[in-house]
């Protein structure tokens, strides 16, 4: 095949990164420190209105600091959605925590706060709770933290999908105690690879940044009280990530609109219903996704497959964690008092589309017109 692959979400570069980080080469702040990552940090406290923000080399380092922060230790309960990406509860096992794994709701596929109401009848003092925006839409975030608020357990809210994402006006990441974003590859705006921990506590950051540059105590000589990492964002990363971040809005904007075409493309189908949307947010669309009817025989698979024939690339939706050999000996707590779960549903008859920033007009036919296939004759 000689055409393009349209890809699911691939970095969009703009010109402006390279600008940043000719001026990092040119000062030669090659180090993980220095101008860009002060600045970046900045830019993107006032971008969300976050308070303080400290750059890290990965969205999950940011979510290690923060469980050290909130002091998770061994055999610390942390509560945490089940249907999300893996990152968002490895750093709990880094701790040695166990993760209690938190059904997803139907109306926006994120931590059901039946379910989570539930687990804090099973484990009433768990050291924390994670929620995650999936897929950039905002989670019940009211009823979250209330539930947090009412057994005094902090929340730590992975938006790693959802910068850009609002909810009730404000962007997620600055709902919880402390919050994090991802610049990995594939996210709405991409360093190569990033992440960064934020809190309205100057402190947290503060913390965090010294937690990541090797926990160095404030002495000439190389004096250390506590254990470090080596997490800080390199001042060339953090350069491709200012230059982005000016390019973020537009990269909102484009997915939501290809959001928009899936739904209106498929609005006659009653066979496919897309991702949940939370009406009461400003999704960043990052990754549109569809589910397939119930008792249809389409299976994910199929389409899948049929994309991938003409080059199109998709994905699974993300296979629940309670379903994963590695935390087999992890709880799971399901949104129906049946034991039924959401995401396996979810898991089982759904799959992301290509909501790549640059898929063309013609991209989006192609896309659709072989989703389409899949379901005639
Ligand atoms: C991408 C992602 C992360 C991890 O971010 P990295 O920067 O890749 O470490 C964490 N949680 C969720 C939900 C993600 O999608």
Redesign the pocket.
Known sequence: MDRKRIYLSSPTMHGEEQKYVQEAFDTNWVAPLGPNVNAFEKELAAYTGCGHAAAL???????HLALKLLGVKRGDKVFV?DL?????CNPIVYENGEPVFIDAEPDTWNMSPEALRRAFEKYPHPKAVIC???YGTPAKLEEIMAICEEHHVPLVE????SLGSTYKGRHTGTFGKYG????????IITTS???MFVSAEEAAARKVTFYATQARDPARHYQHSEIGYNYRMSNVVAGIGRGQLLHLEEHKAKKKEIYRQYQEAFADMPEIMMNPLNPEGDANC?LSGMVIAEGCSVTPDKIMDALEAENIESRPI?KPMHLQPVFADCDFVSHYADGTSVGEDVFARGLCLPSDVKNTQEDMELIIRTIRGCFEG
């Not at 080399?57 to 979510?63: E, V």
């Not at 999300?84 to 968002?88: L, P």
């Not at 992975?158 to 999908?161: L, N, P, S, Y």
């Open positions: 080399s990965s969205g999950t380092a940011a979510i959605p999300t990406f893996s990152a968002s995650v925006h999936l992975d938006a790693a999908e994090i974003y991802s610049f990995n590859g594939n996210k690879g990033g992440g990052w993300w």
